[in-house]
């Protein structure tokens, strides 16, 4: 049984930071894509970032706004993946999701309908 357990959330002021973890259990992380979503209030689940390894040459893509602020990285030997977040604005706010599937491609990574596992998800909430 797969699972996914997000971890490091919480309540930050504007210009702080927060480094969500999500840990892994069931499989082993290094083949797959690793993402984070994210899900406000009343919106759609939205792409943040990836961290994919396309024949093992291992790329991250961002979302427009969270580059430059949003690090993702992973350690495979942990089989976690992390998402150090800065400069967090109060737009920032929302559940973070971890995704994860084996099976990504370049022009489905950052739909959350490509991806087989999803932890329960972790609240980040920035104030102003």
């Known amino acids: 049984q797969v699972q996914l357990v997000e971890s490091g959330g919480g309540l930050v002021q504007a210009g702080g930071s927060l480094k969500l973890s999500c840990e892994a259990s069931?499989?082993?992380?290094?083949?797959?894509?690793m993402a984070w979503f994210r899900q406000a209030a009343g919106k759609e689940r939205e792409f943040v970032a990836v961290?994919?390894?396309?024949?093992?040459?291992?790329?991250?893509y961002y979302l427009d706004s969270v580059r430059g602020r949003f690090s993702i990285s992973r350690d495979n030997a942990a089989n976690k993946v992390y998402l150090q977040m800065n400069s967090l604005k109060p737009e920032d706010t929302a559940i973070y999701y971890c995704?994860?599937?084996?099976?990504?491609?370049?022009?489905?990574?950052?739909?959350?309908?490509?991806?087989?596992?999803w932890g329960q998800g972790t609240q980040v909430t920035v104030a102003s």
């Open positions: 995704a994860a599937d084996q099976r990504i491609i370049l022009s489905s990574y950052d739909r959350h309908t490509a991806y087989a596992y």
């Open positions: 069931g499989i082993a992380i290094r083949p797959y894509a």
């Open positions: 961290s994919w390894r396309p024949s093992g040459g291992g790329r991250s």
